[in-house]
């Protein structure tokens, strides 16, 4: 709004008080309005010759007092310009009214937009995906981050590596890459970093090909580097794959490779591990930015991969080979697979230990699968009675001959068959289980088959081919014959204790809600019946070696000798043991083997018993606490039905 002038602003008040005097008669102590605009200056003129002009002069001259003689008192009509300035003040009160609801306005549009947006963004956009949204931002890295089950970080990039390269096209002409002579460059370069081949180095300068010269030096090299004062000697700074674990859960993860040739050459992808299995989410443009969070935990891998390697060294053996499995989801918690290597670094030494045990090295392991075949008797009908005794004897069939390792009598019931690891009464059980049934329910375990997990190397069971005959159903029976990898027997436990319900088993983390319906293996009434059957074997049999106190753990040993092409070597075995705990409501399967374990110093013999027991021993108090297990030495499961029955034996 314009401001008034003080003389207008005066008028408007002098006009105010005038309203209430009487006709021809000015308000007490004021002039007229008039005679205002004309004290001011501010009177409106009349055209000259009107018959409204006249001089300042005349106007005042003819001034003359009330009751002068010679002139009669008259009214004093309004001056011209009073309608004027009234009509002016309402002009400008209605313009100052009109502005201001137009600020109202204005303000009251832009919150109608902000609002809208807000709506849009909290129902619109969630639509097109929030990847959508994140692909914007610069801060996206390259390829994803790996982390585990809680947020730990497993794998990340990090831009940090410098490099060498060498661009012939950097001079944007048809002349020569370089300004110096081929070998003065190649020569200077060596100097700097002295682990280049310079007869190499010299070659690709002088064939000008766009290439690496080197994938990793140092900051102050490429310092170096740019004072040699050759354009086409370039040194990015490139994104590197980092693992902030080292060595834990290397098999897990895998490691990065460079495509050697076709046209996607020198293109970064996963070489194996889940940066291969989840190599198109890690890169995708919509869902790189989101972390893959696995499965694993990674107190859980360090304590197994500790443990199992203490063992492994304590026994002098050749590798080993462990997994803890979650039984009500099929997630797995820590694989490892020992001697490990570094992720972060090519070392010749590492390739040789770059293969899965636990995924990709099937293997015979024994008389863990005769909890499996017992199973499948209970639930056929074929084993009714627990305190039914089996004869235990030797057996010769098609030529050799089926004995125990340890003689234990003649007869044996079941809970005594398992505890003491009979081969001769889980023979004649197969047997009469029968060849179908027993190779049903391997098939519904998954045994024939590799593992739908999503790791790449995943390999395919050793599985008997036609007709078994009454030898292979025997000798399946207790675990020889047949070949599968330790998280193939880790899903059949799972299955065995958690009510009969079979799971993928998986590396990726998945939410209550995301836990695929499970495929039931065995009745309800034979899950609770194997559980009481494993507690026994820690308590009173082969097993007693991994009983941890306060934790309620039940499983079974399995030594297998290995096979070396042409016969089975007495002198190599696999020593495997196959747990579960807590048994009176179990939620973690763990299976560890030892390949090629000796009996060295304290260990008094090669079977599992003495190696592959004493890992889940010492393993699950360390891990049980941070699954959210207690240990309760006061609880444990019902065993009052069938623990007399090995009474004799313990």
């Known amino acids: 709004m314009n401001a008034l002038s003080p003389g207008l602003v005066r008028l408007m008040n002098a006009g105010g008080a005038a309203q209430h005097a009487a006709p021809g008669e000015r308000a007490p102590g004021q002039l007229g309005l008039f005679d205002r605009l004309v004290e001011n200056g501010d009177a409106p003129k009349a055209p000259p010759g009107s018959p409204n002009a006249r001089s300042t002069r005349s106007d005042s001259a003819a001034r003359i007092a009330p009751g002068a003689p010679g002139r009669a008192p008259a009214a004093t009509p309004h001056p011209p310009g009073r309608g004027r300035l009234v009509h002016l003040r309402y002009r400008l009160l209605l313009s100052a009214r009109t502005r201001a609801l137009a600020l109202i306005l204005a303000f009251a549009a832009l ?70 002579p081929v070998d003065e460059v190649a020569r200077r370069l060596k100097a700097i970093i002295p682990e280049l081949d310079e007869e190499k180095v010299r070659a690709i300068l002088k064939a000008e090909r766009k290439t690496y010269l080197t994938r990793r030096i140092l900051p102050e090299q490429a310092n170096k580097v740019h004072q040699i004062g050759e354009i086409a000697l370039e040194t990015p700074q490139e994104i590197e794959r980092h693992y902030p674990q080292g060595r834990l859960g290397a098999h897990v993860l895998g490691r990065l490779a460079e495509i050697a040739d076709g046209p996607e050459k020198g293109r970064i992808v996963g070489e194996f591990g889940m940066e291969r299995a989840l190599d198109e989410q890690l890169t995708g443009e919509t869902t790189r930015a989101q972390p893959a969070a ?3 935990d990674v107190r859980v891998q360090g304590a197994l991969e500790d443990a199992m390697e203490r063992w492994r060294l304590r026994a002098n053996a050749k590798g080993a ?84 390792f340890t003689d234990k009598g003649e007869r044996l019931n079941i809970p005594e068959a398992l505890a003491y690891s009979s081969n001769t009464v889980t023979a004649r059980v197969a047997e009469e289980l029968g060849s179908q049934r027993l190779r049903s329910v391997l098939v519904e375990l998954g045994m024939n088959k590799p593992l739908p997990i999503e790791l790449p190397s995943s390999a395919h069971p050793i599985w008997p081919r036609g007709k078994w005959d009454r030898t292979k159903t025997m000798t399946v029976g207790y675990g020889h014959g047949i070949a599968v990898t330790p998280l193939h027997l880790a899903s059949a436990y799972a299955a ?48 007693r070696n991994a009983d941890a106190k306060g934790y309620r753990v039940g499983g079974k040993t399995g030594s297998a000798e ?8 007495k002198d190599k075995i696999i020593a495997s043991f196959a747990a579960a705990f807590p048994m009176d409501r179990p939620r973690y399967v763990v299976v560890v083997a030892l390949d090629e374990p000796r009996a060295v110093n304290f260990i008094a013999t090669r079977t599992a018993a003495s190696n592959a027991a004493p890992i889940v021993g010492e393993l699950v108090p360390r891990i049980a606490p941070l699954l959210d297990v207690r240990p309760d030495e006061a609880r444990d499961i019902d065993l009052s039905d069938l623990q007399n029955l090995v009474g004799d034996y313990q």
């Open 562 to 569: 290995k096979w070396d092409g042409t016969r089975y070597a």
């Open 496 to 543: 065995m204790v958690n009510g009969g319900i079979w799971y993928r088993p998986t590396l990726l983390k998945r939410e209550p809600h995301e836990v695929p319906r499970g495929k039931r293996v065995f009745k309800a009434s034979t899950s609770s019946r194997m559980r009481q059957l494993l507690r026994m074997v820690t308590k009173y049999g082969t097993g």
């Open 321 to 404: 080979a462990g997994v803890v499995l979650d039984v009500d989801t099929g997630e797995v918690l820590a694989l490892a697979s020992l001697p490990d290597f570094n992720p972060n670094r090519r070392n010749p030494e590492d390739e040789p230990h770059v293969l899965n045990r636990v995924t990709f090295a099937p293997a015979e392991l024994g008389s863990t699968f005769k909890p499996i075949t017992m199973a499948a008797a209970i639930d056929a009908g074929v084993i009714r009675n627990m305190s039914a005794t089996w004869n235990a004897t030797a057996m010769k069939v098609q030529g050799f001959t089926i004995k125990d």
């Open 111 to 180: 919150t109608m937009i902000a609002l809208t947006r807000i709506v849009w963004l909290g129902i619109e956009a969630p639509a097109a995906g929030a990847g959508a949204r994140l692909q914007a931002t610069t801060l996206v890295p390259g390829r994803g981050e790996i982390t585990d089950r809680n947020g730990a970080i497993l794998a990340r990039d990090y831009p940090q590596a410098y490099a060498l390269w060498f661009n012939p096209q950097a001079m944007k002409d048809d002349g020569s890459a370089l300004t110096r």
């Open 294 to 296: 696995l499965s694993i």
